[in-house]
């Protein structure tokens, strides 16, 4: 049935949308990307070079974002935004809770795009596919998900 998927343990989980999950992120870059780049933009201060701000603003809001999005996945399963959404990553094997490995696994893919996409603008882009794959995806499941093992559920 669209929309379910089961584990392989056997139990029926209900996947998040795409649409909520999109949602999902667009708060998360409220509360935390658009305050990170603040505070990275206040840091990195005004070099001469407009690349090198830049490059140098991505790196922080990354290692913001590697420290928010791993620790909350790994100790909740859920961001602010995919709590805000109703929404709740889990281990696609036997729905329980991600571990920091599943975590940190989930967010490599993307979080790597973005450190090269720092310095070749076209690698960033790849994030993008990374995302869009699981709408394609029987469960619905993005790149990312599927390195971290994981599914994204209704709750």
């Known amino acids: 049935m669209r929309g379910w998927a089961t584990t392989d343990i056997g139990e029926s989980v209900e996947l998040a949308g795409a649409g909520r999950r999109l949602l999902a992120r667009i708060v998360d870059i409220v509360v935390v990307g658009v305050p990170a780049a603040i505070v990275a933009s206040v840091i990195i201060g005004q070099p001469d070079d407009a690349a090198e701000v ?45 571990e920091w490995s599943h975590s940190f696994n989930r967010w490599a893919p993307a979080g790597v795009c973005s450190i090269v996409g720092s310095w070749v603008p076209i690698v960033g882009l790849l994030s993008l ?13 993005g790149w990312h998900d599927k390195a971290g093992k994981t599914l994204v559920i209704k709750t």
């Open 54 to 98: 830049s490059a140098g603003i991505s790196l922080v809001v990354t290692a913001i974002w590697l420290i928010y999005e791993v620790s909350m996945i790994a100790l909740r399963g859920q961001t602010l935004g995919k709590m805000a959404t109703r929404i709740k990553v889990v281990r696609s094997e036997n729905s329980g809770a991600p």
């Open 129 to 141: 596919l990374i995302y869009l794959s699981l709408v394609w995806d029987g469960k619905r499941q």
